[in-house]
């Protein structure tokens, strides 16, 4: 590696932050960086707050050990429990100059220009859902006005990472989750995939999503702000090593790891095994 390595981090408990990866590496080809997935603890979504902090910290701070000025969570369960407390209590001591950001803002920012009736609807794991991050963040940003209701999805994710989406029980959970999300608000018009692992099952998504209902995938979204973000922020930028490098790091045994990730990221990879 150069000397003055510096790559981008990206952080997830297992593989759905590498479908925001993936984006970013359509947007952003030119940058390093390193993804670390927590494959031994996942899944976060149960978890309680503290703990998720603890883990999310853990994996932070890492990957600041490794280099990484700027360190991006792409994981709603972490965006959503650890974010604000890492940017308010921890980097103003360990290092005021670095920046970790999360997955939800730049979702809630978008919504705005998506939905004509006010009424959205948020698909998210059980921890997500408790958190009410999206309905507390979309209220900040565009008022009160908005109406959200929220669909707690738990079997989504064991279906995403046991390779079953083409599984019948895919489509019956789907459809099970999208209908009790409609019997609540008739009215939605746009939906937001609140979870990283959500779009490998967006097919069958729209089978059961009416017509007329937008349905807002998190990994251009996220993208996109990044690009902005950037440009917003040349001396983050000017920070970030530019030779086009990307490493993968798991806590769980690389046997394990490659295959599924290669699926989320949709190319082969190879990976490393580490600790935290």
């Known amino acids: 590696m150069q000397q003055n390595y510096q790559p981008i981090g990206v952080f997830d408990s297992g593989y759905g932050g590498l479908t925001i990866l993936k984006s970013i590496l359509e947007e952003l080809p030119q940058y390093d960086y390193i993804y670390l997935g927590d494959n031994a603890r996942t899944p976060y979504g149960s978890r309680s707050f503290d703990v998720v902090y603890e883990y999310t910290l853990q994996a932070v701070m890492k990957l600041f050990s490794m280099g990484c000025q700027l ?30 950001l999360g997955v939800i803002r730049p979702s809630a920012e978008k919504i ?41 999805c738990p079997m989504w994710v064991p279906l995403v990472e046991n390779d079953e989406i083409d599984n019948p029980a895919a489509d019956y959970f ?41 349905l807002l995938d998190q990994g251009p979204i996220v993208a996109q702000s990044l690009v ?34 290669g699926m989320f990221l949709g190319q082969p990879l190879t990976a490393e095994k580490i600790q935290l």
């Open 71 to 100: 360190v991006i969570l792409a994981c709603n369960t972490a965006s959503a429990k650890a974010l604000r407390t890492i940017q308010q209590n921890d980097l103003p001591v360990f290092d005021p100059s670095r920046r970790v």
């Open 112 to 152: 705005p220009f998506y939905t004509r009736t006010g009424h959205i609807g948020i698909l998210g794991t059980s921890g997500t859902v408790l958190s009410r991050s999206y309905p507390l963040e979309i209220a900040k940003i565009s008022g009160d006005h908005l109406v959200v209701m929220q669909e707690a």
């Open 174 to 214: 789907v459809q099970k989750n999208i209908r009790n999300l409609f019997r609540h608000d008739p009215e939605i018009d746009t939906v937001i995939l609140g979870c990283t692992h959500y779009p490998l099952l967006i097919p069958t998504i729209l089978k059961y999503l009416p017509d007329h209902v937008t």
């Open 228 to 261: 902005d973000y950037l440009i917003r922020h040349p001396e983050i930028d000017q920070k970030c090593s530019k030779a086009g490098s990307r490493r993968f790091l798991t806590t769980e045994s690389v046997q394990n790891f490659e295959p599924r990730a």
